[in-house]
């Protein structure tokens, strides 16, 4: 069965952007986008709120017309373009990048039905706020983080109080020279 994996950049103390949104204390390089497209390899469906749907859809397919593209770039927007792209949203009206859907029903029931489909796994791209969903009807899978080496201090948290806690198992982790690590956490489930 396909997974619901949530991919965030996080802060020390758990933040994924600041106040107003910003993500300037993110730290990415040749060595972390490495591992980052590699982790693409198993998934087909990339899931946005809103917000960074509108920042997705009006930067990727800028891509291959920009001569200052970066390799990492290129290959990325390369991904995005063919893959299933869903916006969960109440509040817009439309959708109009490639292979992108709008979602207005149930999450839970959406996901399920998402899930019970043939195909690799579903990814979360940042949205922050539509992670605290997620994690608040045990939709997410595993986590698959970057924790940045700040601490910001004020923002939009990555997490959010939960009913109960998820317990979670350590897949994998990995310090890159930056001095952010990656990690990976699946959910315990039963």
């Known amino acids: 069965m396909r997974k619901v994996i949530a991919l965030m950049h ?5 933040f994924a952007a600041g106040p107003n949104g910003e993500m300037d204390f993110i730290h990415m390089d040749d060595e972390i986008f490495k591992d980052v497209e590699q982790q693409l390899a198993d998934v087909d469906t990339a899931i946005y709120g ?3 749907y ?3 859809a009006s930067y990727w397919p800028t891509v291959p017309s920009n001569p200052n593209a970066t390799r990492h770039d290129r290959a990325h927007s390369a991904w995005v373009e063919k ?3 869903i916006v ?7 959708v109009e990048w490639n292979n992108t859907r709008l979602v207005r029903t149930d999450l839970a029931e959406e996901i399920a039905r998402l899930k019970a489909l043939p195909g ?3 990814m979360i791209f940042g949205s922050p706020r539509l992670a605290h ?3 608040q009807l045990g939709l997410v899978d595993e986590y698959r983080l970057t924790l940045q080496p700040v601490i910001a201090g004020a923002g939009i948290p990555f997490f959010s109080p939960l009913k109960a806690p998820d317990r979670l198992r350590l897949v994998s982790s ?8 990656g990690v990976v956490y699946e959910t315990i489930r039963g």
């Open 10 to 14: 996080v802060s020390l103390d758990g």
């Open 50 to 52: 809103p917000i960074t």
């Open 54 to 56: 509108h920042m997705m």
């Open 83 to 85: 893959v299933d792209k």
């Open 88 to 94: 969960f949203s109440k509040k817009l009206d439309k």
């Open 120 to 122: 690799q796994n579903l």
């Open 133 to 135: 969903s997620f994690m």
């Open 174 to 181: 990995k310090p890159y020279s930056s001095g952010v690590i």
